[in-house]
């Protein structure tokens, strides 16, 4: 009986601190509305509405284009519309809102719980926001760009208060990640909505490689067959594989570009795995091939098999070079050059990290590649 009324206090206490992380972490971080204990409207404004099996969450993240973005290249995310949330005022305008409403620009998320589960939401959400930054977010200042996660349903709260007091854990200076249920939601214009896919070019907050990521993730999860045997037949991936890489992604698997270098997933990812095509799930490389070059981009001294791949001769922009494709799905990778000095017999391939997908070693069972741990043997 005395244990018991033990561990009852001992979750009492838990949940008091939990909670306390919770506000006093947000507090920083809230409208002034807030601050004076205003009553907010309660209205909910938007388009989307999850149907059973889903759930929803509503994050503010800065600029709502790279929240929205980041987002709907989560695999499991099954819809996102972005809005404003939180304010003191109805209906307001994307102006009104720039000019201090007290609405945080907010992506309302709705999510498949069987496929990806909320504090894995919220792990992604965190990799996109400087968690410690007072309404300030990449270049936008102000309260609409406060950070925040607002939930519908009750149940959510004590999640997302355990998941920021892991955050906190991480961190030597304060969480200011506003905590609380979604009061007003209004769905933003809709020349904002969708605005990086109507915008290619525009302005994103969000680290390339924070989407680039997840797109694989999700192009990975469309891929039926999970099983990544050696005697698997690759071919060519279909329309929803492709529709669900990034831009970067299929401008470099199908159109051959090239993404910027040094600032690529993989220029410094030396953890033993291997390297699969991002667009069939095919191993390519591993890590034991994997070389400092210091050109930018990763680099490997040979392919697992050479038959899984296919060198062109390459003359486009007045150079005289060798394109490497993937032989089965056809995409771009790279170049082979044969002229560089390194360990690895002066040959190097030089790869986009776009084009690839890693795969820690200690998670390629889980993933369906255990028929290739074979090549970590000695």
Not at 9 to 36: F, Y
Not at 50 to 64: N, Q
Not at 215 to 236: C, L, M, P, Q, T
Not at 284 to 294: C, H, I, T, Y
Request: net charge neutral.
């Amino acid at each position: 009986m005395l244990r018991g009324k033990v561990l009852l206090s001992l979750a009492i206490i838990l949940t008091a601190v939990i909670t306390a992380a919770c506000v006093s972490s947000s507090a920083k971080n809230i409208s002034a509305s807030q601050k004076s204990n205003a009553p907010l409207p309660e209205e909910i404004v938007q388009k989307n509405h999850p149907i059973p099996g889903e759930a929803e969450i509503y994050l503010a993240g800065g600029c709502f284009w790279g929240t929205e973005f980041l987002m709907r290249n989560v695999s499991g995310v099954t819809s996102v519309e972005v809005g404003y949330s939180n304010g003191s005022t109805r209906n307001p305008t994307y102006r009104q809102v720039c000019k201090g409403s007290g609405h945080a620009e907010s992506a309302h998320v709705i999510y498949n719980k069987s496929v990806i589960s909320l504090p894995k939401l919220l792990k992604i959400y965190y990799q996109s926001i400087d968690p410690t930054r007072v309404n300030h977010q990449g270049n936008d200042v102000g309260i609409n760009y406060r950070t925040g996660i607002y939930f519908s349903d009750p149940a959510d709260e004590v999640t997302i208060k355990e998941s920021l007091l892991e955050l906190q854990s991480k961190h030597k200076k304060d969480i200011v990640v506003e905590c609380m249920p979604i009061k007003n939601f209004y769905r933003a214009e809709e020349n904002h909505q969708e605005y990086l896919i109507k915008n290619p070019n525009g302005y994103c907050h969000v680290a390339n490689n924070v989407i680039d990521e997840q797109a694989k993730a999700k192009a990975a999860h469309e891929i039926k067959d999970k099983n990544f045997s050696r005697d698997r037949v690759y071919g060519k991936p279909d329309k929803n594989t492709l529709k669900n890489l990034s831009d970067l992604q299929r401008a470099v698997t199908q159109d051959g570009a090239t993404e910027p270098p040094f600032k690529n997933e993989y220029d410094e990812e030396f953890r033993e795995g291997i390297y699969v095509d991002v667009t069939n799930g095919q191993p390519l490389f591993v890590s034991k091939d994997k070389f400092e070059s210091n050109c930018g981009w990763p680099a490997f001294s040979k392919p697992i098999d050479k038959n899984f791949i296919v060198e062109r001769k390459d003359l486009s922009f007045g150079m005289d070079r060798t394109e490497v494709r993937a032989k089965a799905s056809g995409s771009h990778l790279g170049h082979v050059f044969k002229d560089e000095p390194s360990e690895k017999n002066k040959i190097r391939y030089c790869i986009n990290s776009a084009a690839l997908r890693f795969i820690p070693r200690e998670k390629m069972a889980e993933e369906g590649y255990d028929d290739w741990l074979d090549l970590f043997k000695p």
